[in-house]
């Protein structure tokens, strides 16, 4: 997935943000199978179990069945045509969070090959709010972030100064 273009400046900024809000004791389950941001967290001294590739639109059982005190899941939730359930059904008190933002100058994005490699939703920074908190999530803190291509063209010009990423912190709230 990564061959041509590792995403070292979003992993950056991820990076940064997770050791702002998570410490390295509170085990981890990461939506997603083990891919190069996962290896990054465990060199980074993080207890990081991730989920085996199951449809998380369908398949909760990852989710339901973690003791995780942290679910991370950065850039997903744009691939799942339900992101609500899976959020809903996250047994841990803390979430970080990351997607792409939908930006008005490209069209969504759609791999011609794999049917996983494909994004349902891309939202804007106040739909994804509103998703959390309809799950039952209180944000804590969010960052944008943008994603600037060395190419010549318009939209390579508006990615320089348009955010491409948002993150998030929330806590679950807690019901009374």
Do not use: C
């Not at 939703?121 to 959390?132: M, P, V």
């Not at 390579?156 to 998030?168: C, E, G, N, Q, W």
């Amino acid at each position: 997935m990564y061959e041509n273009t590792y995403p070292s400046k979003r992993f950056q900024h991820t990076l940064s943000f997770l050791k702002k809000h998570i410490a390295q004791e509170e085990p981890i389950l990461d939506l997603g199978v083990a891919n190069p941001f996962s290896e990054i967290m465990i060199k980074e001294g993080y207890q990081v179990e991730n989920t085996k590739g199951e449809d998380l639109d369908v398949d909760f059982s990852s989710v339901v069945n973690s003791d995780a005190q942290v679910v991370t899941a950065f850039e997903i939730f744009e691939h799942l045509l339900a992101p609500f359930n899976v959020l809903s059904e996250i047994k841990a008190d803390k979430l970080v969070a990351s997607i792409p933002l939908k930006l008005w100058f490209a069209p969504a994005y759609r791999s011609k090959t794999d049917p996983w490699d494909r994004h349902y939703h891309e939202f804007e920074d106040w739909q994804f709010d509103w998703l959390l908190e309809k799950s039952g999530w209180k944000i804590k803190d969010s960052a944008k972030w943008t994603n600037p291509v060395k190419k010549i063209g318009i939209r390579p010009l508006l990615r320089s100064f348009t955010p491409r990423y948002y993150i998030v912190y929330a806590e679950r709230r807690k019901h009374v």
